[in-house]
Nanobody
Framework: QVQLVESGGGLVQAGGSLRLSCSASGRTFSRYAMGWFRQAPGKEREFVASISRNAGNTYYTDSVKGRFTISRDNVKNTVYLQMNSLKPEDTAVYYC????????????????????WGQGTQVTVSS
């Protein structure tokens, strides 16, 4: 099991930027594919972005492509989500998640595919 702590959320105007961080501890971080999800009030948790163990593969939901960038630092045990050109519809609690995998290239997009979750960080985009 890996422990995950998100940070970097906040209130930003539409068009602004935020960078979320997720710090991992407890297990070897490089053994995990990582993902970002979000959940808006009254809605189900949805996939945002994922990155493979070796950072060679990334994948994004269509609504954030070209605006968000997922990255990781396996020395700092941290995964990041750079969010640019934010829109009010990006408002949600953002969660990072970890999936232990033998494959260095695999990415995962389903909520059920992840083993460990952080507590979430609120992102609010005002219009």
């Amino acid at each position: 099991q890996v422990q995950l702590v998100e940070s970097g959320g906040g209130l930003v105007q539409a068009g602004g930027s935020l960078r979320l961080s997720c710090s991992a501890s407890g297990r070897t971080f490089s053994r995990y594919a990582m993902g970002w999800f979000r959940q808006a009030p009254g809605k189900e948790r949805e996939f945002v972005a994922s990155i493979s163990r070796n950072a060679g593969n990334t994948y994004y939901t269509d609504s954030v492509k070209g605006r968000f960038t997922i990255s990781r630092d396996n020395v700092k045990n941290t995964v990041y989500l750079q969010m640019n050109s934010l829109k009010p519809e990006d408002t949600a609690v953002y969660y990072c998640a970890a999936k232990e995998t033998y494959s260095p290239q695999m990415i995962y997009t389903r909520t059920a595919g992840y083993d460990d979750w952080g507590q979430g960080t609120q992102v609010t985009v005002s219009s």
